[in-house]
């Protein structure tokens, strides 16, 4: 598991603080996977995977401390050091009606998603993705492009799409699902357990990406673990179904700092 | 006949979770029980929350593994209701490892940490990741040694382990000063001191740049020094250092182990190392006719 250096291929301006960086190099990675991301004397973290073709992978970067913010100073050619893939990843499976409840950032994962699960057979999307305000809106130009894709954008202060809640809709859908769907969401943590919350009320399948402290990203630093089970997400996670999700006692609740000590939401 | 006695208590195996891997909550260190081991030791605990190193902490290639995680933890105050959770999830022995700068501080952590329900304290003054806030590691001297295991033996409610470095080149001496000064047993080793470097960026790959080695390079290091310290003290020893399958626990109880501490393996074999280690020693116990450990520990000594 040592570093392997990556050269960036391409960079694409998402909004004012996000950017998608591009690196050429086959990953080999699975929607809901992520990496760990060094730049030599800064820092290394986990960043999910916005997208592999085979030849790149993408990693959507909102810029937010040191490492992001020597990233964004990064050119076409510059380099960095990529670890993994890692983790599990959502299911990919045809004739299935997913919908898709992303908030923030977590529109990256589930476009990747998006991507390989429009190619199969009987696969139809509703795509719900929220954000604060329209500027923060993510991937909408990228997700009209997918076939038997339907976009249903919410902001909080309706500057774009419906005003309101990711989970407003998603109950309407599920009210109103015919054959049983899929729901992967992908967001913040009180967002995702509004999600599952929706899921065990309308008995519909989930897959939900729970986010946690990682220093090692493969099982062994021990950060992750989650109670009660003491499962690391960055192994049996950070994609879980429902019935896992409902065993995690701390999901919306508490996760915990570098240091171990818990933090409530 | 894996069961194992140490220091009056019974272990259903003798392989328990090294510290530092996968201890920073009571939930992981009992989902270890539940994946083979016999007990578990928890990642070091001090007087105040630390946060550790930057990352990169760890790394590994299929020779060795390399980290330093800088000593993260929560602080004794909340490693007390991990403790508890531990407790309330499973029955196996519970080892609190402890650290400090200085040996009263020492002193404080083990009496704060004796109020939960632990097994044991191991006292470790062998890591070899924090030398620029701490020091040289007090495992290299004799002195220092003496001084922590007192104090530590006068606050503690439980018996202690002290936990030695394979950096310091007479650990034997070290073992002698540690059982003289009212050790009940010693772990031996921690990590042995390493660097890697990444040549396209020509860097450490380490975050603090030197990190402490552990997996299989450090097998036959920890033999030597579990071999040495074995025919010095009469105190049972926890043989710790690169243990990745049964072959190299049985190994480590010929060179006088009467635990075998098992972590890094968790990257080698995932965390279903430990039932696969102890079904490896049962397989060649039967195949060699071995009725107990007992009769094998110590083994290798000829006289």
């Given at each position: 598991m040592l570093p392997k250096t990556v050269k960036i291929s391409k960079i694409i301006d998402e909004n004012p603080s996000v950017k998608t960086f591009y690196f050429s190099h086959n990953l080999k990675s699975k929607p809901g996977q992520f990496v760990m991301l060094w730049l030599p004397d800064i820092d290394q973290k986990p960043f999910s995977i916005s997208s592999d073709d085979g030849e790149n992978f993408g990693l959507t970067v909102f810029k937010r401390g040191p490492l992001t913010e020597k990233l964004f100073t990064l050119k076409v050619g510059d380099r960095a050091g990529s670890t993994g893939p890692f983790g599990t990843c959502y299911s990919i499976l045809p004739n299935r009606h997913y919908i898709m409840v992303a908030g923030g950032y977590g529109a990256a994962p589930l476009s990747f998603l998006s991507t390989k699960i429009c190619e199969l057979p009987g696969v139809t999307i509703d795509f719900i993705v929220g954000a604060r305000s329209k500027d923060l809106l993510l991937f909408e130009d990228r997700l009209k492009l997918i076939p038997h894709l339907k976009i249903h954008a919410t902001t909080d202060d309706g500057s774009a799409g419906r005003k309101g809640r990711v989970t407003d809709v998603l109950?309407?859908?599920?009210?109103?699902?015919?054959?049983?769907?899929?729901v992967v969401t992908c967001g913040p943590e009180l967002m995702e357990k509004a999600v599952l919350d929706l899921c065990n009320k309308y008995d519909s399948d989930c897959e939900l990406s729970i986010e946690r402290q990682m220093k090692c990203g493969f099982g062994i630093c021990g950060q992750c673990a989650v109670d009660d089970l003491g499962l690391c997400m960055c192994i049996d996670g950070p994609v879980v179904n429902r019935a896992l999700a409902n065993r995690i006692f701390e999901l919306g609740k508490y996760h915990r700092d570098k240091a171990g000590n818990k933090i409530n939401y | 006949m894996l069961h194992t006695t140490f220091l009056n208590k019974t272990f259903s195996n003798p392989i328990v979770l090294a510290s530092g891997i996968l201890g920073v909550t009571g939930a992981s260190l009992a989902h270890m029980v539940e994946n083979g081991c016999g007990g578990v030791t928890t990642k070091s605990i001090s007087l105040e929350p630390?946060?550790?190193?930057?990352?990169?902490?760890?790394?590994?290639?299929?020779?060795?593994?390399?980290?330093?995680?800088?000593?993260?933890?929560?602080?004794?105050?909340?490693?007390?209701p991990e403790i508890a959770k531990f407790h309330s999830l499973s029955t196996a022995p519970i080892i609190a490892s402890i650290f400090a700068g200085t040996a009263d501080e020492f002193g404080e952590v083990a009496e704060h940490i004796c109020a939960s329900p632990i097994d044991f304290i191991e006292v470790n003054i062998s890591c070899p990741n924090v030398g620029k806030e701490f020091g040289t590691p007090f495992a290299y001297s004799t002195t220092a040694i003496e001084a922590i295991t007192k104090i530590v033996k006068s606050k503690s409610t439980v018996p202690i382990i002290i936990k030695l470095s394979p950096n310091a080149w007479n650990i034997a001496e070290m073992a002698k000063a540690a059982e003289a000064a009212g050790a009940d047993a010693i772990t031996a080793v921690n990590t042995i001191s390493g660097l890697m470097i990444d040549i396209e960026s020509r860097r450490p790959i380490l975050a603090n740049k030197q990190g402490g080695v552990s997996g299989p390079a450090l097998l036959p290091i920890a033999l030597k020094c579990v071999y040495d310290i074995y025919a010095s003290v009469k105190i049972p020893i926890i043989g710790t250092g690169g243990?990745?399958?049964?072959?190299?626990?049985?190994?480590?109880?010929?060179?006088?182990?009467?635990?075998?501490?098992?972590?890094?393996?968790?990257?080698?074999?995932?965390?279903?190392?430990?039932?696969k280690i102890v079904a490896e020693m049962a397989e060649f116990m039967q195949t060699e006719n071995i009725k107990s450990l007992a009769e094998i520990r110590g083994a290798a000594h000829t006289n």
């Open positions: 109950e309407e859908l599920l009210k109103n699902a015919t054959s049983k769907p899929l | 630390r946060p550790g190193h930057k990352n990169p902490t760890m790394m590994g290639t299929d020779d060795y593994f390399l980290n330093a995680v800088g000593l993260s933890n929560p602080g004794v105050a909340n490693a007390l243990v990745t399958t049964g072959r190299d626990a049985i190994a480590m109880i010929m060179a006088g182990a009467t635990l075998v501490g098992v972590g890094s393996a968790a990257y080698y074999r995932e965390k279903t190392c430990f039932a």
